[in-house]
């Protein structure tokens, strides 16, 4: 009876052990980075806004059918121009970022500030005009006398002062419109403009007529704005 008593209460501490075991091995699971969890699955991590709106097709037109909130990783089953198919619906492909922080990930950067300064500096312009302003910040990009990167172009300072507005004045950080993103992904895909050797452009109404600026050649006048090599 007593030796019975002690296998009965031995398999039970057993089983006790067993259980918790499983459940280390749940938690663990539970806690795993998601980026880490599958290497042969396409992931993109939300980036750009707080939730963003997963619809039932690749556009606007479609119904939202979930959300997604920033920092979440999202499996990618395909890719239809601008929009890719996940997990979770239909997502923009702006607002993403590779998870593996491959050559991808570099340009999503370079469209996330070059739309939103195309949106400061030329919200109220027209489309050309908004493709302009991206090639000037694309051709300081190419030249030895800016920075060797879009954001780092667009946060210049020189003397302590920056060298495009919207950055002083915090406009930068405006979500841009669709013709704005659009604009900047044409630039970047080499649509020109104006010519690769205009690295200036201002409004003449707000710059005084004293301004260096003003000593620049003018190429082209589009909207509001001149453009000057």
């Known amino acids: 009876m007593f030796i019975a008593y002690e296998r009965k209460e031995a398999l039970k501490f057993i089983g006790l052990i067993i259980g918790f075991l499983f459940l280390a091995t749940f938690l663990i699971c539970l806690e795993a980075d998601p980026a880490e969890a599958n290497d042969d699955v396409s992931q993109v991590e939300i980036i750009n806004c707080c939730w963003l709106a997963c619809r039932g097709g690749p556009g606007m037109e479609f119904d939202v059918v979930n959300y997604v ?6 499996e990618v089953m395909d890719e239809q121009g601008d929009w890719l198919k996940t997990s979770k619906g239909f997502i923009y492909d702006y607002y993403t970022e590779p998870s593996n922080g491959d050559e991808k990930a570099i340009k999503n950067q370079e469209l996330y500030w070059l739309a939103r ?11 050309e ?3 302009a302003v991206a090639n000037v ?3 300081r990009l190419k030249s030895n006398w800016f920075p060797d990167s879009v954001k780092g172009v667009i946060f210049q300072y ?5 060298q495009f507005s919207p950055v002083a004045n915090g406009s930068i950080y405006r979500e841009p ?3 704005s993103i659009k604009a900047a992904k044409e630039a970047l895909k080499g ?3 104006i010519s690769n050797k205009v690295l200036y452009f201002y409004n003449p109404v707000l710059v005084g007529s004293n301004n260096w600026i003003r000593t620049r050649d003018i190429e082209k006048r589009i909207g509001g704005h001149v453009f000057a090599a």
Not at 69 to 74: A, D, R
Not at 158 to 162: A, I, Q, S
């Open 117 to 127: 300064l195309v949106e400061a500096e030329a919200g109220s312009q027209p489309f």
């Open 137 to 139: 910040v694309l051709n």
């Open 158 to 162: 020189v003397n302590g002062v920056p």
């Open 69 to 74: 909130k920033k920092g979440q990783f999202v």
């Open 191 to 193: 649509r020109l403009v």
């Open 129 to 131: 005009g908004k493709v």
């Open 177 to 179: 419109t669709k013709d």
